[in-house]
Antibody
Framework: QVQLVQSGAEVKKPGASVKVSCKAS????????INWVRQATGQGLEWMGW????????GYAQKFQGRVTMTRNTSISTAYMELSSLRSEDTAVYYC?????????????????WGQGTLVTVSS | SSELTQDPAVSVALGQTVRITCQGD??????ASWYQQKPGQAPVLVIY???NRPSGIPDRFSGSSSGNTASLTITGAQAEDEADYYC???????????FGGGTKLTVL
């Protein structure tokens, strides 16, 4: 079955970087964009950016420009999200999600499946 | 702040029908997708496009759209439908994605 499996929880100090992995299985990794979404405790979903695993092209939310880098290793069907200059406000669960789209009578995009989430805690 | 607006909380009596709405200018150009999230779990896709349900999603979930508003309707709400629901769409530029603030659904 189509599945995304993320790396385990991380604890980082302010100013450090974190790199979260997302391993895809059950489909052709290079055929679908991977998006990253985060969620602070008790808060809503926040979109961070996307990566095309085939080309390596990326697009980031303005809020994270300059701090986030999304990469991939196609030989092991794994996407990565690295966030630098961490601060306490970056404490959150980080999700990867596969993006699909269809252009019919209108444009539609959707995220399915999602990874299980990775808790990143930033604390001194 | 999100450009997609959702009511923070909605309640429904067991077995009744509830509609959760999402408003935003981008919805005039793009269909919304809807996600259900239960405590401690990752979001799950429930509706995408005009009114498409992924495999395994009960047919009591349906979607619709009109103008700048997308709606998720649950017909005959069940106790297990109690969750947070998020809408999602491309933003007005078409280059980025955005989520609504989420709606907490309580089944009474």
């Amino acid at each position: 079955q189509v599945q995304l499996v993320q790396s385990g929880a991380e604890v980082k100090k302010p100013g450090a970087s974190v790199k979260v992995s997302c391993k895809a299985s059950g489909y052709t990794f290079t055929s679908y964009d991977i998006n990253w979404v985060r969620q602070a405790t008790g808060q809503g979903l926040e979109w961070m950016g996307w990566m095309n695993p085939n080309s390596g092209n990326t697009g980031y939310a303005q809020k994270f420009q300059g701090r986030v880098t999304m990469t991939r290793n196609t030989s092991i069907s794994t996407a990565y999200m690295e966030l630098s200059s961490l601060r306490s406000e970056d404490t959150a669960v980080y999700y990867c999600a596969r993006e699909s789209y269809y252009y019919g009578s209108g444009e539609m995009y959707w995220f399915d499946p999602w990874g299980q989430g990775t808790l990143v805690t930033v604390s001194s | 702040s999100s450009e997609l607006t959702q009511d923070p909380a909605v309640s429904v009596a067991l077995g009744q029908t509830v509609r959760i709405t999402c408003q935003g200018d981008s919805l005039r150009s793009y269909y919304a997708s809807w996600y259900q999230q239960k405590p401690g779990q990752a979001p799950v896709l429930v509706i995408y496009g005009k009114n498409n349900r992924p495999s395994g999603i009960p047919d009591r979930f349906s979607g619709s759209s009109s103008g700048n508003t997308a709606s998720l309707t649950i017909t005959g709400a069940q106790a297990e439908d109690e969750a947070d629901y998020y809408c999602n769409s491309r933003d007005s530029s078409g280059n980025h994605q955005e989520f609504g603030g989420g709606t907490k659904l309580t089944v009474l």
